[in-house]
């Protein structure tokens, strides 16, 4: 390191040798040059030596060097030759700015012995440089109601050439408000003025674009450009004015809320606050429109629920007011737009309570229909089920009438459920329905049916009387008083049956009674009518057939006919002691009043004055023989027969024979007294017997002559059957009894009795069988076993 002494002595070798040259500047003369700025570097400037008066070798010699002020290097001294160059490129703009003339002073230092030389350089300025405006764009903010001829100062540009390469004029972009007019200020510099020649409208132009040119006398001359943008300020003579004077929008009334129905645009032509435009609802709308607006963007949006079918169009007054107090107003037209949101509705105005039957295009409802909503979702279509007797005639307008299709029968169906179903024609389809009862009143129109068109009814005689003995029953398939039926008897169409006093029938229930106690064996069934009429208006009836059967009761013991019982003499039946076995001593002959198996008879012999010698047969009565009659055997018998019926509990009677064994009939008959008497006397000669027999004969004969004229008689006079005779008075059924079918023979006959009136010893009776149409070969054999008996008797 250098020691502070030496330095400080350096610095004062420094000074010394500033002020020398200083001094030799003031006390020399220089020599000047001059070249054009930008020449490139290398270039001769000029032969310094020989301007200096120098020689050429004493430059090298002498150690000669150039000199700049701080010491930068601009110039280069060739010392071989003493010529002056050009460092490197030189700038007039950078070494001088804005000074003219510009010169570069320089000092030629010879240093052995130490001379300096005074020179100076003049640079001349070349047009390299073209005007230039600091800022690009330059704002000029003039009121729109700003005079005609005033003047606005413009910044000026800039150029870095002096005289006549600097800018010389300005021009300005042609346009129909402004002109530039150049001036020159104090100093040379030439500025530029902008003057108003047509009057500004904002709402026109709210601003121009003017492009300002400085222009330089260069050659080639050089020009620079700069934009000036003019605002035109603003003043409040515009109101705002809505794009459109009348909006149209349709908006579905289902939309929600808060949806976007339109934006409206209002333009003011003014800037700034006069510009800002704020939207409203005119007048206060806001309380009754179900819509709000943006202040600021001018959105109408739904803030309540729309409802085509209470309100389809609005008319929204819309307000644009700017900063300066000006509106503007526009008409908003808002449409709702239907959709299918409502049901169809169904109101009944006229509904009968009941359709009467039988009775075709009966008005049964009239009701309207409607929807609220439009076009097809207001369009609508009825309709009721096919499977249904009724139309749907439209009549006027929505209404329609429900009619019957064809006349209906209440017994088939008393009441229908009818759903009318109303579907509008909106998507989706809406739809409502509406049931209804029909009830069908009933009208006389079916007659009583009875349940069977004749009733056989049983009842058993010896009713009590007012017996229940069965029920009739006709039904009504009418309704109400047309089928209450009420029961009646019709006159019977036998005049002869007492009716009114056999039977009675309940009105209500159709019960027949018996009114007294029927006897089978006097009426054994009847018939007779009976009515159902109802209640109806003209009443109707029908008819049925009552057939009463009275049931056979066991009431009746069985009669017999033969022997009679009642007679004032016993029957005493006379057998030949030799008679066969199974001779027919006689036949018993009963009849039993009831019928069926009441009427059934059967035989029994209870008691025998010799058992084993006689017996009965069970079915038809006959007695016969057991077998041979012998001279041991009594002649005098007296049987006891049993009649007895197949009732429940059996009824019965019985009947005493008295049987005389005889030898040939010549044994007289002796009446039953005498006979007892006789069995009690001792025994007569047999010459009073004898006698007896003849006086008894005698008298039959005499008694058969008689009666057979007396058939003779009856048979000629036909009162009321073949062979009847003279009966005495006494119980009988009748002189022929039919006793086929009754038990008391086995086969088919009848038997013919024939008796005398009064009482004694000559009284008889006999037995004739009569042959049926049909006769059997037990009939034949009795028919001949009988005649022999009366041929043996010596009857014919």
């Known amino acids: 390191m250098e020691t502070a002494p030496a330095k400080t002595l350096q610095k004062r070798q420094v000074i010394f040798l500033a002020i020398l040259l200083l001094l030799w500047e003031a006390g020399s003369e220089a020599v000047r040059y001059s070249m054009p700025e930008e020449t490139e570097s290398g270039s001769f400037v000029a032969t310094l030596a020989k301007d200096l008066g120098l020689r050429v070798g004493e430059l090298a010699t002498r150690g000669a ?29 950078v070494l001088c700015g804005a000074t003219d003339p510009c010169i570069l002073h320089f000092q030629l230092l010879l240093e052995n012995p130490v001379q300096f030389f005074q020179a100076d350089l003049q640079l001349t300025d070349i047009n390299d440089h073209s005007p230039e405006f600091l800022e690009r764009e330059m704002l000029l903010k003039i009121p729109e109601n700003v005079q005609t001829g005033t003047v606005f100062p413009l910044k000026i540009a800039q150029d870095s050439d002096i005289g006549s390469n600097t800018i010389q004029n300005y021009t300005i972009s042609p346009n129909s408000h402004f002109h530039v007019v150049t001036h020159n200020r104090g100093d040379g510099r030439k500025y530029p003025e902008l003057v108003l020649d047509k009057p500004l409208d904002r709402e026109e132009g709210p601003e121009l674009i003017l492009t300002l040119t400085a222009l330089d006398s260069g050659a080639p001359p050089r020009s620079g450009t700069t934009a000036v943008r003019i605002e035109v300020v603003d003043i409040n003579d515009n109101a705002p004015e809505f794009l459109q004077s009348v909006y149209e929008v349709q908006i579905p009334e289902n939309s929600p809320l ?26 206060g709308d806001e309380a009754t429109q179900p819509f709000v607006i943006d202040e600021i963007t001018g959105e109408i949006r739904l803030k309540r629920a729309l409802d085509f079918e209470a309100t389809r169009y609005y008319n ?47 008005v049964v409802a009239v009701f309207s229909v409607s929807d ?62 509406h049931n209804i ?45 047309n089928a209450q039926v009420t029961y009646s008897l019709l006159p019977p169409l036998d005049a002869h049956v007492p009716l009114a006093s056999l039977v009675s029938i309940n009105p209500d229930n159709g019960h027949l009674f018996a009114l007294r106690s029927l006897d089978y064996e006097a009426l054994r069934a009847f018939e007779f009518r009976v009515s159902a009429a109802d ?76 058992p084993g010698l006689f017996g009965v047969w069970a079915h038809n009565g006959e007695v016969r023989t057991a077998r041979l009659l012998s001279e041991r055997d009594a002649a005098k018998h007296r049987l006891l027969v049993l009649v007895k019926d197949n009732g429940e509990p059996p009824l019965s009677a019985s009947v005493t024979l008295h049987v005389l064994l005889v030898d040939g009939f010549s044994q007289p008959y002796l009446p039953a007294s005498e006979a007892e008497a006789a069995d009690a006397a001792p025994a007569a000669p047999l010459t009073v017997y004898l006698v007896v027999a003849l006086a008894s004969v005698s008298s039959l004969f005499v008694f058969s002559v008689l009666v057979f004229v007396a058939v003779r008689l009856c048979r000629r006079g036909g009162a009321a059957s073949v062979g009847r005779c003279s009966v005495p ?68």
Not at 66 to 92: A, M, P, S
Not at 372 to 380: E, L, T, Y
Request: proline letters at 5%; a negative charge; one cysteine or more.
């Open 258 to 283: 808060n949806s976007l129905v339109v934006a409206v645009s209002a333009r003011d032509l003014d800037a700034g606050t006069n510009g800002n435009v704020a939207y409203a609802l005119f007048q």
């Open 729 to 796: 008075e006494g119980h009988f059924p009748g002189h022929l009894v039919d006793v086929s079918g009754t038990g008391t023979l086995s086969q088919s006959y009848q038997y013919e009795v024939c008796l005398t009136g009064g009482s004694g010893l000559n009284e008889f009776k006999f037995l004739k069988p009569i042959l049926p149409n049909l006769p059997t070969q037990g009939a034949g054999e009795e028919i001949e076993e009988n005649a022999n008996f009366r041929n043996s008797s010596g009857f014919s």
């Open 65 to 93: 060097r150039i000199h700049y002020k701080g010491n930068k290097q601009l110039l280069q001294l060739d010392v071989t030759t003493g010529n002056l160059l050009l460092y490197e490129k030189l700038d007039r703009e």
């Open 316 to 362: 929204v007054e819309i307000a644009a007011t700017d900063g300066g107090g000006l509106s503007g107003k526009c008409t908003v037209v808002i449409e709702v737009v239907d959709v299918n949101d409502n049901v169809p509705e169904l109101t009944m105005s006229t509904l009968t309570s009941s359709t009467p039957e039988n009775s075709p295009e009966t």
């Open 535 to 610: 209640r109806g208006s003209p009443a109707l009836s029908s008819q049925a057939l009552v057939r009463v059967l009275v049931a056979d009761d066991n009431d009746n013991a069985p009669f017999v006919l033969y022997p009679l019982q009642n007679a004032s003499a016993p029957c005493t039946e006379l057998v030949p002691r030799a008679a066969e076995a199974g001779y027919l001593v006689t036949k018993v002959v009963a009849v039993d009043g009831d019928s069926g198996q009441n009427a059934w008879l059967s035989y029994q012999l209870l008691k025998a004055t010799e």
């Open 437 to 481: 009862t029909v009830l069908v009143s009933d009208v006389n129109d079916n007659a009583p049916a009875f349940t069977q068109t004749s009733y056989t009814l049983s009842v058993r005689e010896n009713n009590s009387p007012a017996l229940h003995i069965g029920s009739v029953r006709a039904t009504d398939r009418d309704a109400g008083a």
């Open 372 to 433: 609220p909503d439009s076009g097809d979702n207001g369009r609508m279509v009825c309709s009721i089920q096919n499977d249904l007797p009724f139309l749907l005639k439209p009549t006027f307008k929505n209404f329609y009438t429900l009619v019957t299709e064809r006349p209906l029968d209440r017994e088939s169906r008393a009441e229908y459920n009818v759903t009318i179903t109303v579907t509008d024609m909106g998507t989706p389809r809406l739809k409502t329905q």
